[in-house]
């Protein structure tokens, strides 16, 4: 897989920003790193002292030669401080959209767009930027003070940062997000906000008050690079870097700046941020869409071990398996009528309470608190348009779908009875939208959740089994390893083996 990231920008003699940081921070996350060096600069904790930009046949030179043998999934973009670099950089990144096999994803963090006129920005630059290289631009990376040069728009209160993303959009930049490094719209709070124009992602983390810290804008977005280029979705790269900030923040040395660690992958839970949701304070602020709010959670499973999960589509399924004792299942029957399933779902019921098991209602939320079911089974597009306060405030349990980070911490903030994790590996039984995770990310993801039930799902065999269960998860979903299995009872025998 190639996850070369190109950072294009100005090197910095303290190593703790510019083009050092950013392949250090490649390099940390597990991606490859190239450099095309725009200019030099001579700096220390007290003065930035000399500027020089590379002649343009250097700069041209460099992306030349990585051209031709080392193209980049990712390029980010830092600090550029000559007109003629900008006009160069645009021509070349329409040039790379277009004629590379897969078009490389472009960040743009605009260091010192803010200080124009000032040494790190000729005149016209500013113009230069927003007229052809925002054009050019996936994701833009920008703070208080970048937003407002770029837009012209003053981030004041929380309401005024999705217009000024908005306007930004307009100049052609695909996507934004704006860094609550150097504002507080919420006292102690680091708000992260982004939007594409569809979608809005708004992360909250305390505040890690480092005043004399260096270049953590652009470790930012050198580490959602990086997870961009390791086959992440845009925000789960979001989180993961803004964890990876905080864990770097919090252990950062000082060497005549506080230059941050670098600490590899994240993990510890704590450094994670939290998804702010629309019905929240920050939410309302932000004027989030949608409904979804924290509440006081959904009632427990009694265990974080679910243990073997199957999935089934029928009465007759769910008898059989439940008579060889399996203990956690599915009725998942799709795309009918709620007149057309009541009465599968009465009798689903009735044999989960008979055999006194955990079944879960996929889909048909109702009818599952109408006749009081043990639980319901929820995936993403559900979460939105159900009543989840009416399932919790019915007493019934609550497992939900999610498929990265993000998802991940949504889920959590709604305090579910379980969270699954899917799709693990290649599945015949459901179209997915994405590649299949894999068992590493798996591996991260129960880390993360060692409070909460964990289910692992799709294209779980019983070959596959073991390796999924040591990722620590609580539990196996499985459809075909039993509906498709010789023997059932066989299958079902060989898998309770493996899950003790
Ligand atoms: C245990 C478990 N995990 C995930 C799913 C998928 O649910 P969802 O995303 O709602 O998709 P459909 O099953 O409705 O196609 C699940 N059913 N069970
Ligand atoms: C229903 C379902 N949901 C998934 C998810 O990732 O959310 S994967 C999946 C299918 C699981 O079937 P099998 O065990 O046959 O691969
Ligand atoms: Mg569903």
Redesign the pocket.
Known sequence: MNKLVWSIGASDCTGGGGIQADLHTFKDLGADGCSVISAVTAQNSATVSLVESVSEQMFTDQLACLTADMQAKVIKIGLITSVKHVQILAEKLAEFKQTWAVPPFVIYDPVAVALTGEKMAEEGLVELIRTALLPCIDLLTANAGEVLTLSGHALISGESLKPAALKLISLGCQSVLIKGGDFELVDKIALDYWTDGKREIALSSARLTRMESHGTGGILASAIGATIALGYFIEDALVVAKAYLNQELKAAKKLGFYGIAHLGWPTNKTDFPEVVLPESKIGYELDLPGTLEAGPGFASCGTLKLGLYP?LDSVEWLDKVLKLGVKTLQL?IKDKQPEQVEQQIIEAIALGRKYNARLFINDYWQLAIKHQAYGVHL?QEDMDVADLPMIADAGLRLGL?T?GYYEILRAQQLKPSYI?L??IFP????Q?PSDPQGLSRLGKYAQLLSDIPTVA????NLERATTVWKTGVGSI?????ITHADSPKIAIESFNQVIQ
């Open positions: 999935v998942r995936g779908s498929h699954a899917g799709h599945t015949q039984t459901k997915m799902i799709g294209g779980i979903a499985v459809v075909s390893a």
